[in-house]
């Protein structure tokens, strides 16, 4: 028998007004959220940081020469001038492209190769190679620079180009070919077979599948490749005798000697050495972001 108790309803519960919900989430959100002022001031002070020593660099490249001004006026390129004619900048910098785009080319090109058959390949020592790979990060490159000198030195190789371009490759590959790999996992694997289903070989299949999908890795790792071997001193300072072989961070050093230094031409050459890299990375920040956040989903 039913009672009377049992056929009750359960009240249900009133809803607050939207009013009374705007106004506790609006107070929730003002307690939360942080005052300007904590936001801006630590931005502001890394980036007094950041740019103070850009500013004086700029400051002692472009003020005349015994000038002690704060402010770059009258503007001169008398420095610029200098460095580029008279310190052969201009050789400097030619080596400098030379080195960096083969770098670029000749690690990326290996790197794709390698990262493909750690990606898409299974083999008994692929753990152990990988394992290889990380290692070598740990490695200095001041420690490679004896067996790599005694290589060059019988292949006949010193004071050439070649030289530190094999150098830097070896150097950039290790790291090049374990991001690499990861960025062709993310590319499904039935993709390729869809390729290898209607015809295409392994190498067809993968210019034209998998290649255009790795474009922002490729240029991410290319980029790295091409930095490093640009602002790199110490290959091209051990392996390069002739002067007009050297890159621009070795002529760099030659602007400081044990006396003096030419703080208006050492400031120029650096801004000189800084533009390319500022331009590369201003062009291609958008592939850097997508590859780096396309390697990082899995690996």
């Not at 007004?17 to 931005?43: M, S, T, V």
């Not at 420095?79 to 670029?104: C, M, P």
């Not at 490159?141 to 180009?161: D, H, R, T």
Request: aromatic letters at 14%.
């Amino acid at each position: 028998m039913i009672t009377e108790e049992a056929t009750e309803v359960a009240p249900v519960p009133v809803r607050p007004p939207a009013a009374a919900d705007r106004r506790r989430h609006g107070r929730k959100r003002a307690w939360d959220e942080a005052p300007r002022w904590q936001i801006y001031l630590p931005l502001g002070i890394y980036l007094v940081f950041t740019l103070v020593p850009f500013y004086w660099i700029l400051l002692f490249a472009l003020r005349p020469a015994g000038s002690t001004s704060l402010v770059p006026w009258p503007v001169t390129f008398d420095h610029f001038e200098k460095v580029w004619n008279e310190r052969d900048f201009g050789i400097y910098f030619q080596n400098s492209v030379i080195t960096g785009v083969a770098t670029l080319l000749l690690t990326t090109g290996v790197a794709l190769a390698g990262g493909y058959a750690l990606a898409r390949f299974d083999f008994r020592i692929k753990r152990g190679f990988m394992l290889a790979l990380l290692c070598t990060q740990f490695v200095p490159g001041a420690l490679l620079l004896v067996p790599l000198f005694q290589i060059f030195a019988q292949l006949k190789m010193i004071n050439s180009l070649g030289s530190v371009i094999i150098a830097e490759t070896v150097f950039q590959l290790p790291l090049s070919m374990i991001l690499i790999s990861g960025f062709i996992r993310n590319v499904p694997y039935s993709l390729e077979e869809a390729a290898w289903v209607d015809g295409c070989g392994r190498f067809t299949a993968f210019r034209i599948v998998v290649l255009p999908l790795l474009r922002p890795g490729l240029i991410a790792v290319g980029s790295f490749a091409f930095v490093h071997a640009w602002n790199h001193f110490l290959f091209a300072l051990m392996f390069l005798s002739d002067q007009t072989k050297q890159t621009i961070p070795v002529g760099l050093n030659t602007l400081m000697s044990a006396d003096s230094v030419d703080l208006g031409a050492l400031a120029a050459g650096g801004i000189i050495a800084a533009v390319p890299v500022v331009i590369v990375f201003a062009f291609i920040q958008k592939w850097l972001i997508t590859g780096f956040s396309a390697g990082a989903v899995k690996g």
